[in-house]
T-cell receptor
Framework: DGGITQSPKYLFRKEGQNVTLSCEQN?????MYWYRQDPGQGLRLIYY???????QKGDIAEGYSVSREKKESFPLTVTSAQKNPTAFYLC??????????FGPGTRLLVL | GQQVMQIPQYQHVQEGEDFTTYCNSS?????IQWYKQRPGGHPVFLIQ?????EVKKQKRLTFQFGEAKKNSSLHITATQTTDVGTYFC???????????FGSGTRLSIRP
């Protein structure tokens, strides 16, 4: 099956801890994106990558980091600098900035 | 920077009534996309509009792209309980390499 997978489905973070959210796609898409969604809110862009080994900051990049070492993978690290990380994190991929295909998301909660 | 506004934020209708959500961009768009997110789920692509004045239909859903390519609407005729969810528009500025999502309209339905 082709698609985007995200893991884990739920993630708990302790104070001062860095956590990494996984995103993998087998759609052969060049572009990948990370969004944050707060309850009842829209999607805010964290980071995006148009090609391997290159990525750009979105609107709310502070406290987050990413890497794009492989075309299929675009992991997101939520660092301890992100003071309010509780949210629903969505990864997406697309080709040529067209239709975005979303993964099932990861819900991050702070203990 | 580019902004995409969407109204209304919420809409609560009786089953069988019609529903419309509107999307307005601060800049001219090269295309606009519509997504649906069911409660607890992830956004799923519905349609893309590219041409000025374009109208597309999917069963009870009618999508329009304005003549100036700065606004769009989604109209649902005779809503059903399966239509519940949040509808997002997403616009791509002709000079941008990313898509900007509107804040979404959450549709709830009284059976």
């Amino acid at each position: 099956d082709g698609g985007i997978t995200q893991s884990p489905k739920y993630l708990f973070r302790k104070e001062g801890q860095n956590v990494t959210l996984s995103c993998e796609q087998n759609l052969n898409h060049d572009a990948m994106y990370w969004y944050r969604q707060d309850p009842g809110q829209g999607l805010r862009l964290i980071y995006y990558s148009q090609i391997v080994n290159d990525f750009q900051k979105g609107d709310i990049a502070e406290g987050y980091s990413v890497s794009r070492e492989k075309k299929e993978s675009f992991p997101l690290t939520v660092t301890s600098a992100q003071k309010n990380p509780t949210a629903f994190y969505l990864c997406a991929s697309s080709t040529d900035y067209e239709t975005q295909y979303f993964g099932p998301g990861t819900r991050l909660l702070v203990l | 920077g580019q902004q995409v506004m969407q109204i209304p934020q919420y809409q609560h209708v009786q089953e069988g009534e019609d529903f419309t959500t509107y999307c307005n961009s601060s800049t001219t768009l090269s295309n606009i996309q519509w997504y649906k997110q069911r409660p607890g789920g992830h956004p799923v692509f519905l349609i893309q509009l590219v041409k000025s004045g374009e109208v597309k239909k999917q069963k009870r859903l009618t999508f329009q792209f304005g003549e100036a390519k700065k606004n769009s609407s989604l109209h649902i005729t005779a809503t059903q309980t399966t239509d519940v969810g949040t509808y997002f528009c997403a616009g791509q500025d002709s000079s941008a390499s990313k898509i900007i999502f509107g804040s979404g309209t959450r549709l709830s339905i009284r059976p």
